[in-house]
C-alpha cells in the first residue's frame, strides 16, 4: 500500500532544493541542486532523482517557494505557493521550536526573520549588495585558490584576524589584497572575511532591531563552521545550526503544504512525475496593452502553454492560469 508524502520545492537563483515529508511530517528525502541559471533544467533533475528515491510513495500535496516559485507551481501543479520568509520561519520553528531569530544566508541574498510564538514579527532582507551574501566568501575564496568546502576549517586557524572593509564587496576584495600584501597569513585574512561579513549583515538587516534567543542559523552559509563562530562572537550567545540547514526554504513549502491538507483537506494538483520527462521551455513578448509594457512570460509543456508570469495587472495570468488549472 502507497504511503501519502509531500513535497516542497524551493527555486532559488543559486539553488533549488527539494524535501519529500512523511505524514507525520519526517523528513524522508532531501536534495539540493545548483540551479545555474536554468530554473526548468534543475526542477527537471530534482524531480528525477526525487522519483528514483520514492517512486512507490502518493504525493498528498505540494508545495513550492523561492524566486522561482510561480514558475514551479505552473509546471508541477502546486497546492501552496508561499514567499521565502514565510517557508524559512515555517521550517526553522518546526526544527528548533520557540526559535526568535532567524539568521539566513544564502549564495545571492540573505535575511533575518524575527519571531514570537511562532508568528512573524518582522524582517528584513538584502538582495542588492554581495558583501552580505555567500557569494561574497565564494570569490575571495576563489581569488586565494582555497575550495570553498575548505574556508571554514582555514579560517578557524587564525590566531589574530584582521579586520577587512565589509560595507562593499568591491573595497573588502581591495582590502583583502592589500593585507595580503603586508604578509599576514591566510587564516587571519579568512577570518576577517568571516567577521566583515557578519559585520555586514547586522549592520544592514539587524540595525535598530533587537535579535532575541533563540537563534538560527541557516542558509548554505551556515555549512562554514568559521561563519558559525563568527555569529556567536558578534551577538555573544549560542547560535544553532538546525539539520537540513541548506533546504529550509523547500521544508517549510513541504510542510505549509502538509499543515493546509490538515486544515482542509484537498485533491492535489500535482500534475504527476511525467514532467521530469517533459520538454519545457519559456518565451516572452512585451504587452503593448498599458504603458507598463510589462515582459510577460509565457510558459510550454510539450508545446502547450500551462501559464503566464510577469504580467502586473493579471491580464494574462490571472484569467490564463485559473482556466488551465481548472479554477473558475
Known amino acids: 500500500m502507497k504511503k501519502g508524502v509531500f513535497l516542497g520545492i524551493d527555486v532559488g537563483s543559486v539553488s533549488t532544493n527539494l524535501v519529500v515529508i512523511n505524514e507525520e511530517k519526517e523528513i524522508l528525502e532531501a536534495i539540493y541542486l545548483r540551479t545555474n541559471g536554468r530554473p526548468l533544467v534543475a526542477l527537471k533533475e ?5 522519483y528514483d528515491r520514492i517512486k512507490e510513495e502518493e504525493i ?4 513550492t517557494t523561492g524566486s522561482g516559485r510561480q514558475l514551479a507551481a505552473l509546471v508541477l501543479g502546486a497546492d501552496t505557493v508561499k514567499n521565502e520568509i514565510t517557508a524559512h520561519a515555517v521550517a526553522a520553528n518546526y526544527l528548533v521550536p520557540g526559535v526568535r531569530t532567524i539568521l539566513e544566508i544564502g549564495g545571492q541574498d540573505s535575511k533575518l526573520i524575527l519571531l514570537k510564538d511562532g508568528v512573524v514579527t518582522d524582517f528584513a532582507m538584502n538582495t542588492v549588495c554581495a558583501a552580505g551574501t555567500g557569494s561574497f566568501l565564494d570569490q575571495q575564496a576563489q581569488r586565494l585558490n582555497i575550495p570553498i568546502e575548505k574556508f571554514g576549517e582555514i579560517a578557524l586557524k587564525a590566531q589574530n584576524p584582521v579586520r577587512i572593509a565589509g560595507r562593499c564587496a568591491v573595497f573588502a576584495e581591495s582590502d583583502m589584497i592589500h593585507k595580503q600584501q ?5 587564516e587571519d585574512i579568512l577570518a576577517g572575511l568571516c567577521d566583515a561579513l557578519v559585520r555586514n549583515y547586522l549592520n544592514n538587516l539587524a540595525k535598530g532591531k533587537k535579535l532575541y534567543d533563540k537563534i538560527v542559523f541557516q542558509g548554505g552559509v551556515a555549512a562554514n563552521i568559521a561563519m558559525r563562530e563568527a555569529f ?7 547560535v544553532i545550526v538546525p539539520p537540513y540547514f541548506e533546504v529550509m526554504g523547500a521544508l517549510g513549502a513541504a510542510l505549509i503544504a502538509a499543515f493546509e491538507r490538515e486544515k482542509q483537506p484537498y485533491k492535489t494538483r500535482f500534475k504527476g512525475f511525467n514532467v521530469k520527462d517533459a520538454e519545457l521551455k ?3 513578448f512585451e504587452c503593448q496593452n498599458c504603458p507598463n509594457f ?24 490571472q484569467m490564463n492560469n485559473k482556466k488551465l488549472a481548472g479554477i473558475g
Open 46 to 50: 530534482g524531480l528525477r532523482k526525487i
Open 60 to 63: 498528498l500535496g505540494v508545495g
Open 182 to 186: 603586508l604578509g599576514l597569513s591566510i
Open 232 to 238: 556567536r562572537r558578534a551577538l555573544c550567545t549560542e
Open 282 to 284: 519559456t518565451e516572452n
Open 294 to 317: 510589462c515582459e510577460v512570460v509565457k510558459i510550454y509543456e510539450d508545446y502547450e502553454v500551462v501559464g503566464y508570469l510577469n504580467d502586473r495587472c493579471g491580464r494574462y495570468s
